[in-house]
T-cell receptor, first 114, second 112 residues
Framework: GAVVSQHPSRVICKSGTSVKIECRSL??????MFWYRQFPKQSLMLMAT?????????EQGVEKDKFLINHASLTLSTLTVTSAHPEDSSFYIC??????????FGPGTRLLVL | GENVEQHPSTLSVQEGDSAVIKCTYS??????FPWYKQELGKGPQLIID?????GEKKDQRIAVTLNKTAKHFSLHITETQPEDSAVYFC???????????FGKGTTLSVSS
């Protein structure tokens, strides 16, 4: 149990385009999902916290208009990187938790912006 | 806010030896401390966690100890195997389910 999936696993896009990443909890309902960003050989940095049906809470320094987060249901959250630029290239990872239970992470999405 | 320090950044051991990774945290209100294993190109996988009302927890070859007074917690892996090679992250939060603050990670290499 406690499986979290992400789609796509990797994406290459041109500078200026938008990319949507999906995060799904497959076998449980996630009241809260988190989005992290990880650069090579670095730790995970929290970008935002999203609760189902409400606006996401963004960490300081994360542009909410650039990284759009939607948590439309208890099993799906999406992250859209708008007008992507090469500096947005990174590994994006989501996690999901139900109630006060442990966070389970997805497999990550590798984004490369050319 | 919470800050988590993790040491060492790299650790190399021989197969069968023990490995110990240590973390310290700054916020005394933190009371949930998970450890994650991350293999190259994959998301973190929870391997063990501990809550503040417990001083030690063990799961087969893996154990975690917590010293709330000193604000540090440690991961112990015994009888290491090559497949234990990965990056290990400690994290802290004030309760399970809230945002995790991660340490910088430890790259563990187990050679046979």
């Amino acid at each position: 149990g406690a499986v979290v999936s992400q789609h796509p696993s990797r994406v290459i896009c041109k500078s200026g385009t938008s990319v949507k990443i999906e995060c799904r909890s497959l076998d449980f309902q996630a009241t809260t999902m988190f989005w992290y960003r990880q650069f090579p050989k670095q730790s995970l940095m929290l970008m935002a916290t999203s609760n189902e049906g409400s606006k996401a809470t963004y960490e300081q320094g994360v542009e909410k208009d650039k990284f759009l987060i939607n948590h439309a249901s208890l099993t799906l959250s999406t992250l859209t990187v708008t007008s992507a630029h090469p500096e947005d290239s990174s590994f994006y990872i989501c996690s999901a938790q139900a109630g006060v239970e442990t966070q389970y992470f997805g497999p990550g999405t590798r984004l490369l912006v050319l | 806010g919470e800050n988590v320090e993790q040491h060492p950044s790299t650790l190399s051991v021989q197969e069968g030896d023990s490995a110990v990774i240590k973390c310290t945290y700054s916020d005394s209100a933190s009371n949930y401390f998970p450890w994650y294993k991350q293999e190259l190109g994959k998301g973190p996988q929870l391997i063990i966690d501990i809550r503040s009302n417990v001083g030690e927890k063990k799961d087969q070859r893996i154990a975690v100890t917590l010293n709330k007074t000193a604000k540090h917690f440690s991961l112990h892996i015994t009888e290491t195997q090559p497949e234990d090679s990965a990056v290990y992250f400690c994290a802290a939060s004030w309760e399970a389910g809230t945002a995790l603050i991660f340490g910088k990670g430890t790259t563990l290499s187990v050679s046979s």
